[in-house]
């Protein structure tokens, strides 16, 4: 297994700059998430790690070694797709033997079927390795993609999305299949996603592009709890964190006058410059909490049942608001209700930059 | 506005059905949302309500009018579809406006529909564009807008938010609700989303294999899911499951769960109710606990069983925390951070209340509650 260093990765497509001055560590044995939307440049990445693609300017390290001139295959990474791409006529065994025949690899017969039963037995597809891929789920035959990763041993594995094409409940399912691999294996993984759910539940440490930019790195917990910007703020949770226009006046927040002000903790006011005027308050839905006493008021808009709780979308004059509140809270479309916002959970963003005040 | 009713409606293709005897009543302004996994006959349904589909036997009725002797056109219903299918050549009004012309309607009184619609969905602004300069979401709105325009009996909606991309999607759920609540249309919502149809719908349908396995409010489906399929397909992460064996305890039902990993001691009451249903048998039962519905103590406590943390995802405002309790694997959702790392000591227990209990080789729900 292998550490991966990013150093000023800048890749072009003839004038467009697909990724912009990148730098990223991967630890060795670490699950790292690059998130982010469509066109963020994540794909580009792993492409330019696993050896496909070259970047115009920076330098890419693996444990330390500089494989700028490496080929794809002597870098030793394997890559995962989010389509995956399996032999259709060949059964699944001689799908996992494939990466294992190559002539450079020099492996004994039994080494080779060692490694395969050893990853079908870890991916639990003993029982299919006599099927033809092409009579397998789309679980199963993305657990063969995973498997012919596996069997090679390779330092680092890539992945693509490759839980996009499932349907929710199987992708709850691989999810923690994936992360229970990582940690058996103690593999480094650098695994791609659009979806905040996937980076959350599986990181050790996020990383969010944008643009071709990294905007954020870190842990889960401090991206959604201390989200560097309002793009990271609204990517990561769900439902998206609640954003407020305002202007900072008198150690208050005011975005409705009158009807919406929040007062701002005395340390954290003395940090911004008086002369701040347009900010962006940020809560998270489940620090909005509805109830008698909240001093705040405002009308249910609407109501979504979520099982174990109920989102509810609050107005107040033309300002939306989300609030997590329990399940068996009744909730009357149209009604007035008081609400409070956790003060010790605000964020405030520059709303000119979007750039997090108090992080 | 409308009622749609459903009578022993089947459809074959061959000699396989896609849908079964299917029996449902849609209420004059109701939203109901038609759930379940690809291949359950859904959009069949749909679009045998629509009129694009022929059924092999039973009947549709709209208003108490029989639909089988009439063409899709004369249903006086709009379908929208997952793909927007929109006219590119024609600006967004020309799109919303396009049903209207068709019935030679008057200029004014077009103009005036075609306005009212884009105010309520908000995509005033965008009258003058083409669908090749709007984005995923005012597209499927203008969709939206003309199927509205004309004001019929009933909405279809074939996963109509299937192309979008999930912070799209949760917004444009909000706004197609308040939409409903606007324009009363009775509608009939397909999706294999089921977070999509326990936030939008007054009641959800939910279809496996061609059969109709509930019909329910959201809170019934979830606190009250009638089989096995359903309480699995609603909610997420997905609902635990595991045999327990049920036998007599010290002032008290011990329920032993999966291979003796663990015994959970529930009221006298569980016991008694069991033996009631199974009518002496004592087959083994399975429990289902949803996620919320595992406590977890960091020190062992009265009533609770050990067990040992292993991966916990940290979503945010919560965690799911795998918990290994002997051969079962057991998903826990706790405060976030409550539980440090992977491989911790911890005690769990099943909230009794929360328990759901399933004969376990028909999968149907015990009705059981504590």
């Known amino acids: 297994m292998a550490r991966i260093e990013l150093r000023n990765i800048t890749k072009k497509f003839k004038r467009h700059a697909a990724l912009s001055d990148l730098s990223l560590d991967v630890g060795d044995g670490e699950f790292f998430v690059l998130l982010g939307p469509t066109g963020a440049g994540k794909t580009t990445s792993l492409r330019l790690i696993a050896g496909l693609d070259a970047p115009s300017s920076g330098s890419i390290l693996i444990d330390g070694q500089d494989v700028g001139q490496w080929s794809a295959a002597e870098r030793d990474v394997a890559l995962v797709f989010q389509y995956y791409s399996l032999y259709p006529h060949y059964t699944v065994r001689e799908n996992l033997e494939f990466p294992l025949k190559s002539r450079r690899r020099r492996l004994g017969v039994e080494e080779v079927t060692s490694r395969v039963a050893r990853a079908a037995q870890t991916l639990r597809i003993e029982h299919l390795l006599e099927r033809k891929t092409d009579r397998l789920s789309g679980g199963e035959m993305q657990r063969v993609s995973i498997g012919r990763a596996i069997v090679r041993q390779p330092r680092v594995f890539l992945m693509d999305e490759p839980l996009s094409n499932l349907d929710a409940k199987l992708r709850e399912v691989l999810r923690a299949e994936l992360k229970d691999l990582q940690m058996k294996f103690r593999a480094t993984f650098l695994y791609v996603t659009h979806d905040q759910v996937e980076a959350m539940s599986m990181a050790d440490r996020i990383g969010v592009l944008n643009h071709g930019r990294v905007v954020q790195i870190g842990t889960p917990h401090e991206i959604y709890n201390r989200p560097c910007d309002t793009f990271v703020a609204t990517f990561v949770g769900s439902p998206a964190m609640n954003l407020l226009p305002g202007v900072f006046r008198n150690g208050k927040v005011i975005v409705a006058p009158g009807k919406l002000e929040i007062p701002v903790a005395a340390e954290v006011a003395n940090r911004l410059s008086p002369d701040l005027e347009q900010v962006t308050l940020g809560v998270r839905s489940e620090d909005v909490a509805l109830g008698p006493g909240g001093g705040l008021e405002g009308r249910v808009y609407g109501v979504e049942n979520h099982g174990v709780e109920k989102i509810v979308t609050l107005k107040v004059d033309e300002h939306s608001l989300k609030a997590t509140v329990p399940a068996h809270m009744p909730i009357e479309v149209d009604s007035a209700t008081a609400f409070a916002i956790d003060p010790g959970k605000l964020q405030l963003f520059a709303t000119q930059t979007g750039t997090n005040l108090v992080r | ?370």
């Not at chain 2, 884009?118 to 995923?136: E, H, N, T, W």
């Not at chain 2, 192309?163 to 324009?183: G, P, Q, S, V």
């Not at chain 2, 918990?323 to 992977?342: E, I, M, P």
């Open chain 2, 1 to 370: 506005m409308a009622s749609i009713v459903l009578r022993d409606v089947e459809k074959y293709f061959g000699e396989s059905y896609v849908v079964r005897r299917l029996n449902l009543e849609i209420r004059d302004r109701e939203f109901l949302v038609l759930l379940g996994p690809s291949g359950c006959g859904k959009t069949t349904t749909l679009r045998a309500i629509a009129g694009l589909e022929e059924i092999d036997s039973g009947e549709i009725l709209i208003d108490g009018q029989p639909m089988q002797s009439r063409q899709a056109a004369d249903r006086d219903i709009a379908f929208v579809f997952q793909l927007f299918a929109l006219y590119p050549h024609l600006t967004a009004y020309e799109n919303i406006a396009f049903p209207l012309r068709a019935t030679n309607e008057r200029k004014a009184v077009v103009d005036r529909r075609v306005r009212e619609i884009a105010r309520a969905l908000r995509i005033d602004g965008l009258l003058g564009k083409r669908p090749s300069a709007l984005s995923g979401g005012d597209m499927q709105r203008v969709a939206i807008g003309r199927a509205l325009v004309r004001r019929p009996k009933a909405l279809l909606m074939d996963e109509p938010m299937g192309a979008l991309d999930a912070k799209l999607r949760e917004e444009m759920r909000a706004e197609l609700k308040h939409i409903h609540l606007e324009n009363e249309a009775t509608t009939v919502y397909v999706t294999h989303d089921q977070i999509e149809a326990m936030a939008m719908a007054d009641r959800i349908a939910i279809m496996h294999d061609g059969v109709l396995q509930q019909v329910g409010v959201p809170s019934e489906v979830y606190q009250y899911p009638a089989n096995l399929f359903v309480a699995q397909f609603v909610g997420s992460p997905i609902m635990n499951v595991v045999t327990g064996a049920v036998r007599p305890g010290d002032g008290c039902t011990d329920v032993v769960l999966g291979e003796h990993d663990a015994v959970q001691r529930f009221p006298v009451e569980l016991g008694r109710r069991v033996t009631e249903q199974q009518q002496g048998r004592n087959d083994p039962l399975a429990l289902g606990v949803r996620p919320e519905a595992v406590l977890v103590a960091l020190r062992p406590a009265d009533g609770y069983f050990p067990a040992e943390a292993h991966i916990i995802e940290r979503l945010g405002p919560y965690d799911i925390v795998d918990l290994k309790v002997g051969t079962q694997l057991f998903r826990a959702r706790t405060a976030s951070g409550h539980v440090k790392k992977a491989g911790d000591a911890v005690w769990a227990r099943l909230d009794e209340r929360q328990t759901h209990f399933f004969d376990q080789s028909t999968g149907e729900s015990l009705r059981i509650r504590l």
